[in-house]
């Protein structure tokens, strides 16, 4: 047995709401005399006299000892001194009926926050027992003409598309959606996966707006529902059974799952998505939707996608594929959990990094970034191409960058090449500040082997050495610092921007700015005696390595005014190699 609750107003058809639906007389009539269900009348008791069914004073009648807390006397105008408030009749009902299979209330106040109680608005209520989702044996519920009756979160009778349109923007990144609308004067209830206002009829006033709908059943096409045929739009969660439910054909199978593989990544076996993509009468487009679900559940499953890569690999020779940018960001996912696992294929993705499209580029790049990063060895005979990509300026400059960057730590001389290239990167303030750190990055360690290499653009790069991002600051002083290794003619002119960062409050800014003046203070000791103080104080700097580096400079300058703090340092220095060099440095003053 149910029990059911009914206000009047705005609910029941006596006094509909003016732009909803309501619940028929009859409905309440019927369920009360002609059903094992318990009727009553919570809101304006004149539906105690239009349905038959007991009120607010029957319900504490029933509680004869509480009638003064609840109701009190009675009026001479035939009222009570006070009545129990909404959620209280509520409570009282079903205290009468403790062993009821179910408690649903109808009104157009909100009350789902009462325990116990199922609430529904009127508009809400009607569609739901015609489908039988209040009690599948109610005369009124309708024979479904394809699906639904799922709980819903949210719901909409629109007005217009207007208010369509907002509902939809509120809720687009729903897991699916339930339609009720008249067709041809028959009422349907179809369960969709996607729906979005249908963009010919907004660019074309004369078109009356519709609706498009994708559905659910992977076995449907896409249709569409003027709004004005529109009953209720639900938002639902579709369990994933239905979503492959009725396939009847592999290419079907590969709808539903890539349709699956949207609201419910985890649900997906990857054994039936490889399934379809290793059989050999699979059309083009069974292959495209299994490919891009299982891109879906790559960004949530990578390590369970691992098994794929036999099969991607094989995908990616297809000249026929257009989902080449999703076998590639589904080789990038999973490449980013595991980057060992897609490094063997660095030969078969070098010849996306030349894709004239955009996104099979991109991910491609992305691909080799991430294997550089972890084998860099695998990654080296794509230098030229990935040089090629910055050269062009394209979307997948910054991995590029990056990559080159990371190869270059093992394989400087590979990356040789592309030198110029990075240089001009570095000096591109229109892009981030990441992208210009990465290629610092990868041409600082070329010029550490190859200082000549930075010769021809140490003026531009001592642009950066007032740079506001500590670490590109940082990284353009050490590319200066290794050029002063062999040519200390061209770092020299600089001595006056460079002293002013060996005081910043940057540890590896000061052992950079050390290094390099240290080493132009051996063959131009004039240009940088000026900062002999300054390097008296470095002495007592925390890090070892400026310590040191002061006292290179101060032994190449032969500093008198140095000798007691270098001894200090070449008796008391808790570091070996401090200890030595500053006993070298008093050596050079004394000798």
Request: aromatic share 6%; charged share 25%.
């Amino acid at each position: 047995m149910l029990v059911f609750a009914f206000d009047r107003d705005w609910t029941v058809d006596v006094n509909p709401h003016p732009r909803h639906d309501a619940v028929p007389l009859e409905w309440v009539r019927h369920l009360a005399h002609e059903t094992p269900h318990a009727v009553y009348a919570i809101g304006n008791q004149t539906l105690t006299e239009e349905a038959a069914i007991p009120g607010v004073v029957d319900v504490v009648g029933r509680h004869p000892d509480d009638w003064d807390e609840w109701l009190g006397d009675k009026q001479p105008d035939g009222r009570y001194e006070q009545f129990p408030l909404r959620r209280e009749r509520l409570a009282l009902i079903a205290d009468l009926h403790p062993d009821a299979n179910g408690y649903v209330v109808v009104d157009d106040l909100d009350l789902s926050d009462v325990d116990e109680w199922d609430h529904y608005h009127a508009w809400e209520f009607v569609p739901a027992v015609e489908r039988g989702q209040i009690h599948p044996d109610l005369p009124w519920t309708d024979d479904p003409v394809t699906d639904g009756g799922l709980p819903s979160s949210a719901g909409i009778m629109p007005a217009n598309a207007s208010s369509l349109s907002s509902f939809l923007d509120e809720y687009g990144d729903a897991l699916g959606f339930e339609i009720t609308y008249m067709d041809d004067g028959a009422k349907r209830t179809r369960l969709c996966h996607d729906v979005s206002m249908y963009a010919v009829t907004l660019e074309r006033p004369s078109v009356a707006p519709a609706l498009q709908c994708t559905p659910l059943a992977p076995d449907s096409d896409q249709f569409t529902v003027p709004v004005d045929a529109i009953e209720l739009l639900s938002v639902v969660d579709p369990p994933p059974s239905l979503y492959t439910g009725d396939a009847e054909t592999p290419a079907e199978e590969a709808i539903g799952l890539r349709r699956l593989a949207s609201t419910h990544p985890e649900e997906v076996r990857i054994s039936s998505l490889l399934s379809l993509l290793d059989r050999k009468d699979g059309d083009l487009r069974q292959d495209e939707n299994a490919v891009r679900a299982l891109r879906q559940v790559a960004t949530v499953r990578p390590a369970d996608c691992t098994p794929a890569i036999p099969i991607l690999q094989t995908l990616l020779a297809r000249e026929d594929l257009f989902a080449q940018a999703d076998v590639l960001a589904t080789l990038r996912e999973i490449g980013d959990s595991d980057p060992g696992a897609i490094a063997p294929l660095a030969d078969e993705l070098v010849p996306y990094l030349d894709s004239n499209i955009i996104p099979v580029q991109r991910e491609a790049t992305r691909c080799v970034a991430t294997i550089a990063a972890e084998s860099p060895d695998d990654a080296v005979d794509a230098v030229p191409a990935l040089a090629t990509i910055i050269e062009d300026e394209g979307d997948a400059l910054p991995y590029a960058v990056y990559a080159l960057s990371r190869i270059s730590r093992e394989y400087p001389e590979a990356v040789k090449p592309v030198a110029e290239t990075l240089g001009e990167v570095i000096l591109d303030d229109s892009l981030s500040d990441t992208v210009r750190l990465n290629a610092t990055a990868g041409l600082g360690r070329i010029v550490g082997e190859y200082p000549s290499i930075a010769v021809e653009i140490v003026d531009d790069v001592a642009t950066l050495l007032n740079a506001e991002n500590p670490q590109l600051r940082n990284n353009a002083i050490a590319l200066i610092g290794d050029v002063a290794i062999v040519h200390t003619d061209v770092v020299e002119p600089y001595t006056d921007e460079i002293s002013t960062l060996l005081t910043v409050d940057d540890t590896y800014t000061r052992i950079n700015a050390s290094g390099a003046l240290s080493r132009v203070a051996e063959d131009f000791p004039d240009s940088v005696a000026h900062v002999i103080p300054t390097f008296i104080e470095l002495l007592s700097d925390e890090d070892p390595r400026v310590r040191e580096n002061a006292c290179w400079a101060l032994g190449y300058l032969a500093a008198q005014d140095a000798t007691a703090p270098l001894e200090d340092r070449a008796h008391g220095d808790k570091n070996a190699d401090v200890r030595t060099r500053a006993s070298w440095a008093l050596d050079q003053i004394n000798g």
